[in-house]
């Protein structure tokens, strides 16, 4: 499939969805959506038409100030996303799964993916963990999760401030034991996380390295767009 419009013209074509929905606050969510075209035959799964652009902006969901400040409880959901490297609508499906089973009861406030005993990463959020050496812990980018620009924008950080981070699987139990966890994405920043599966991480409260880190992720941001 063929995109023609150049970088440019989709950073216009947002500008002027934007400008044509006025929207009453400035904390705006975007999503470019690619739509590929019509089939070359009834039963071709490809087509040699450019590809349509439809733009969906909507108010940002602004996270309760509370989840920062005391944390928050995720569960855990057995889920594995195909392609999971990519962002297309098909590879949300568990997250609608879950948002309508574990989060709608209410017994949690997030959930994680789970797969053969490991943690991954969230509905639309990358997990870390702190282990008592301090050492922040996140799961690779193997191809079974996505390749987040927020999650490599804190890696990054971590770097350039020579903090001790790996990247490697994390079982389930090891989860458990570790000192803090904290969730982070490009529309909630980083979260910390006080409950995994019903059990405490550390002390039940928002941890100091979790903290740090929240300070420095917030440096960061700020150099984007000042």
Do not use: W
């Not at 400008?19 to 690619?34: C, G, K, Q, R, Y």
């Not at 989060?103 to 997990?127: A, H, P, Q």
């Not at 922040?136 to 490599?152: A, E, Q, Y």
């Amino acid at each position: 499939m063929k995109v023609e419009q150049s970088h440019d013209d989709i950073k216009q074509l947002v500008f002027d969805t934007i400008a044509e929905n006025n929207p009453s606050t400035n904390e705006l969510s975007v999503m470019i959506v690619f739509l590929g075209g019509k089939p070359v035959t009834g039963s071709d799964l490809y087509s040699n038409d450019p590809m349509d652009i439809l733009v969906l902006v909507t108010p940002m969901r602004i996270y309760p100030a509370e989840s920062y400040a005391k944390g928050i409880s995720v569960g855990l959901f057995e889920f594995q996303r195909h392609y999971a490297e990519i962002k297309a609508p098909f590879t949300y499906m568990g997250g609608l799964l879950a948002q309508n089973t574990i989060i709608k009861n209410g017994d949690y406030d997030e959930v994680l993916y789970t797969s053969n005993g490991r943690v991954l990463e969230g509905t639309t959020f990358s997990f870390f963990a702190i282990n008592d050496n301090g050492v922040v812990l996140t799961p690779p980018t193997d191809g079974n999760i996505l390749r987040s620009v927020t999650r490599l924008v804190l890696l990054n950080v971590m770097k350039e401030k020579e903090m001790k981070f790996e990247e490697r699987d994390l079982p389930v139990d090891e989860v458990y034991s570790c000192k803090e966890a904290f969730i982070v994405s490009s529309t909630r920043d980083i979260v910390p996380i006080v409950s995994v599966a019903n059990h405490t991480i550390g002390d039940g409260l928002v941890g100091e390295s979790t903290k740090k880190l929240m300070e420095i992720y917030q440096e960061e941001i700020r150099k984007f767009i000042s």
